[in-house]
């Protein structure tokens, strides 16, 4: 299965510091938001999080490459897979890419640990998430 689409946007003049591009900061809340919709597919929705099994991916590593300036009223779109699945953790990589003409903006790599929302402490990967997240595995 390709990378799936995980974040929409339009860059808002907000977004950008005073160099006039996208601000750092606003290329890794674009990733951040992107995970929560990655888990929602691996079956790890925000109902769940608040009253079911309580269990979020929080990132403990990242790797990032900016590529290709973003302004002001670009669009932009977050394609995300997995890269790796293991015992309490997967590695996610987000590609940025600027609306209509698809030039890949930014790249990073986010590992994240499977968080028990009651311990605070790292938990296996449910058996159903990992079949989930093999489907969005990287090719």
């Known amino acids: 299965m390709p990378a799936m689409t995980t974040y929409r946007a339009a860059v808002d003049p907000s977004h950008c510091d005073f160099l006039g591009h996208m601000n750092v900061s606003r290329y890794f809340a674009a990733c951040s938001d992107a995970v929560f919709a990655l888990q929602a ?41 997995v890269v790796a699945i293991g015992t309490k953790s997967m590695t996610f990589r987000h ?26 402490r790292a938990v296996e990967v449910p058996q159903d998430v990992r079949d989930r997240a093999a489907t969005f595995m990287a090719a």
Do not use: I, N, Q
């Open 95 to 120: 590609r940025l890419y600027r609306c209509p003409d698809e030039t890949l903006s930014f790249e990073a790599t986010f590992k994240g640990v499977l968080l028990s929302l009651e311990t605070r």
């Open 41 to 81: 597919e691996l079956g790890l929705t925000p109902a769940d999080m608040r009253s079911g099994r309580r269990l979020s991916f929080a990132v403990v590593h990242a790797e990032s490459d900016f590529r290709a300036e973003l302004h002001a009223g670009d669009l932009l779109r977050v394609e995300t897979d």
